[in-house]
């Protein structure tokens, strides 16, 4: 091995240890701020939905003339380079395009963004059309079916069609999952356990952290707290933030019931964190918006310097 490699390993491994020494101290740093805010006696900071950032139409503008003449872009950049870099008796040598030259090159260049443009647009229609006939091919119309009755919040009713769908045609992971959804949302604990078992034993790789999570708060609500607990302290994860959100809430709820109020800060303050990054529709906000208050208005009574109602948002 020569010197050279030796630089190059080097190299390497000093750009992959600044990049991890940069993350543990990122992480170092989050979890300073969540002790200095839990140190305040206060509760979570109340936080909104981010505004979007309005786009900047010079800055959109300025990109799109460099990118309608960038062959000319390119022609005078290469000019001045080779004027900076290269002697002037070797100029000639250089052999760069005239001026001329590239405002041709501009005129096939816009025909290139044309049809790319054209075939892009076409592409994406043909492929959305594709996707849409696929969604509609292999949906499943119970669970449609009871996603709507849910929203209309018939849950009794969405509850009736998954179960006669189930025993009609037989269970799937999706209709099992619903089923159990809407059971916990109606307060059936002792059937949402038994489904949530169900999803276990027969799909034991799907849902997993969603079946878990689901399968243990029952089981609080049944009155054996103790052994939820334990689980749910484990931390959790979830893909949509609404469903996340609700679980958080849950958590929350039910350590203030077992007194353990430090765990239901981290809970409160994970679901505010979440609400405030504005992944969720605008449309379903303040249902989610009411489940962090319910949380806040509970444990706004363990800090006495906080109101249920707090007007400080971020």
């Given at each position: 091995m020569t010197s050279r490699d030796v630089l190059g390993v080097?190299?390497?491994?000093?750009?992959?240890?600044?990049?991890?020494?940069?993350?543990?101290?990122?992480?170092?740093?989050?979890?300073?701020?969540?002790?200095?805010?839990?140190?305040?006696?206060?509760?979570?900071?109340?936080?909104?939905p981010i505004r979007p950032v309005p786009p900047n139409p010079v800055l959109i503008a300025t990109a799109l003339v460099l990118l309608a003449f960038a062959p000319v872009v390119l022609w005078a950049g290469e000019t001045a380079l080779g004027w900076l870099i290269v002697p002037p008796e070797a100029w000639e040598d250089l052999r760069i395009p005239t001026f001329r030259q590239s405002l041709r090159s501009t005129l096939d260049w816009w025909l290139i963004l044309a049809g790319i443009g054209f075939l892009g647009g076409f592409g994406g229609w043909v492929c959305s059309r594709v996707v849409q006939w696929l969604?509609?091919?292999?949906?499943?119309?119970?669970?449609?079916?009871?996603?709507?009755?849910?929203?209309?919040?018939?849950?009794?009713?969405?509850?009736?069609?998954?179960?006669?769908?189930?025993?009609a045609d037989g269970p799937s992971s999706t209709r099992l999952d619903h089923l159990a959804a809407c059971l916990m949302d109606r307060e059936r604990w002792a059937e949402a356990l038994q489904v949530s078992l169900e999803i276990e034993d027969r799909y034991p790789l799907v849902l997993v952290q969603a079946n878990r999570r689901r399968k243990f708060l029952a089981i609080c609500h049944l009155g054996r707290p103790e052994v939820a607990a334990a689980q749910f302290f484990k931390g959790s994860s979830g893909n949509w933030p609404g469903g996340r959100i609700v679980d958080l809430c849950s958590y929350c709820q039910m350590l203030i019931d077992l007194g353990l109020i430090d765990r239901a800060w981290d809970q409160l303050r994970s679901a505010e964190v979440l609400y405030g990054r504005g992944t969720i529709q605008e449309a379903e906000r303040p249902r989610f918006r009411k489940e962090i208050d319910a949380c806040r208005t509970r444990l706004a009574e363990h800090f006495a310097d906080e109101k249920p109602d707090p007007l400080d948002e971020l």
């Open positions: 080097a190299a390497i491994v000093l750009v992959y240890a600044s990049a991890f020494l940069g993350l543990w101290l990122i992480q170092r740093r989050a979890r300073r701020r969540v002790q200095q805010e839990k140190r305040t006696g206060r509760l979570p900071s109340r936080r909104s969604e509609k091919r292999f949906e499943d119309r119970a669970v449609s079916r009871s996603a709507e009755l849910v929203k209309a919040g018939q849950l009794d009713e969405a509850i009736a069609t998954l179960r006669q769908a189930i025993d």
